[in-house]
């Protein structure tokens, strides 16, 4: 495999040679950099991909791991481990680093969906609130006499004046007054209002 033999699958990761490559890195050397690269891309992508599974993530991640590498190759100490252990414990660590950002961010727009699909506490309380109010002054408009609640069905459900409503009731202006002013104290009274 030549002077940068690396055997995957061996009790033991065997990087002859790369230690002073990336010593080399570590002082600014591209060309050293690109013989890193060459070593351990492939091997870093294969991780990353098993990892992430998303291709164009999984390559994102390996570019970000490459820059890593070469950022911070002066930490590198071989008394620790090999080269490729260390490359490759820096690609799993941004490979699960990225699952679980995925992870935290779909689970963000699941419990987003899931507020905006359900009504505000406030928002069922008042729709309640309105539907009690409306049986209940539909219930009071019953308990009026006739003549009450037709002046008033006139003059507040469909907007008469008092003398549109006397004309629709062929009644006097003073008398639809009086109706409307005896059927609201009357309303008043039933729904519990107090002034």
């Not at 990892?51 to 950022?71: F, I, K, L």
């Not at 930490?75 to 990225?98: E, K, Q």
């Amino acid at each position: 495999m030549g002077d940068h033999e690396v055997t995957v699958g061996s009790p033991r990761l065997r990087d002859p040679g790369l230690s002073q490559v990336v010593a080399r890195v570590a002082s600014g050397d591209k060309d050293a950099f690109g013989t890193l690269y060459e070593a351990v891309a492939a091997p870093v992508l294969g991780l990353v991909r098993s990892v992430v599974r998303d291709p164009a993530q999984s390559e994102e991640v390996a570019q970000d791991v490459m820059v890593e590498v070469w950022r911070t190759a002066a930490r590198f100490s071989p008394d620790r481990g090999s080269v490729m252990a260390w490359v490759m414990t820096m690609a799993h660590r941004r490979a699960v680093d990225r699952v679980r950002a995925e992870q935290a961010a779909s689970e963000r727009e699941r419990r987003s969906a899931r507020r905006e699909r359900m009504p505000a506490y406030d928002e069922v309380s008042e729709a309640v609130t309105a539907r009690l109010e409306s049986e209940q002054v539909r219930r009071c408009l019953r308990s009026l006499t006739e003549v009450q609640r037709q002046a008033l069905t006139l003059a507040y459900y469909r907007g008469y004046t008092c003398r549109e409503v006397a004309a629709s009731l062929s009644a006097p202006v003073g008398t639809v007054k009086t109706r409307l002013r005896d059927g609201l104290i009357r309303l008043r009274d039933c729904m519990g209002v107090t002034v």
